[in-house]
């Protein structure tokens, strides 16, 4: 069973200029979540138990959202929003996530190659993040 996954999300977004000048295409909002969020949740739920990302310049905020925030949290309990701690609470997907850049974006392939000691032998999915 394939437990890895490799996300690459190191490209410039430039078909979505100029939303993406600022904000990588895959932290744009589809609903209340990003774009990313939906793709780690499917892996996830798939059996999924580490992810990869392949990440560039000015990426930083893919990081930033899987990350644990304790100031958020107890920000937000003392709110009363403890629905959204929840929401927010990526540990509890039990995955492993893992973050290596693509010094030069050169395609998906040399994307992938970046992540080739990631999983040792053991096959991984790769899944586009956008």
Known sequence: MVRSALIPVA????????ATKSQPKEMLP???KPIVQY??????KNGI????????RNKASIE???????ELFRTLAESNRRDLVQELDFSALR??????????QRGLGDAVLCGEIFAGQEPFLVALGD
């Open 11 to 18: 490209g410039h977004g430039t078909r979505l200029l100029p």
């Open 30 to 32: 589809v609903g209340r």
């Open 39 to 44: 793709v780690v949740e499917e892996l996830v």
């Open 64 to 70: 930033n959202h899987f990350d644990h925030d304790p």
């Open 95 to 104: 995955a492993k996530f893992l973050y290596t850049r693509q010094p030069l």
């Open 49 to 56: 138990e580490q992810i990869l990302f392949v990440t560039g």
